[in-house]
């Protein structure tokens, strides 16, 4: 790209991060236990993060495909931060298409 012109609008950046066995943990929904072990992390406009929790059902099947609040844990927030800063770097190291 030329330097006159204003950078490209990113509309979204968001990354998957698969939780660690030890971090993992169960929450319920509609009745149904769901264990969490995926993590969707999203870089904010401002600057922040946001983070949403997935993941299956406890009893088996498909389930439905719901968020859940990730905990305020510290073990937590360090994986998304660290997480986030990893996926900078990769974003950064790009070789193209």
Known sequence: MSGDLDPPEVSALA???TVP???R???TRRGEEFQ???L????LPDGHLAVKAYGRPVAGGRGAYVSFPVPDEPELAALVADAAGHAGRLWA???GL
């Open 40 to 43: 969707n992390v999203r870089l």
């Open 36 to 38: 969490l072990t995926t």
């Open 25 to 27: 943990w169960t929450d």
């Open 93 to 95: 190291a790009h070789r």
């Open 21 to 23: 066995q030890a971090l």
């Open 15 to 17: 990354i998957n991060v």
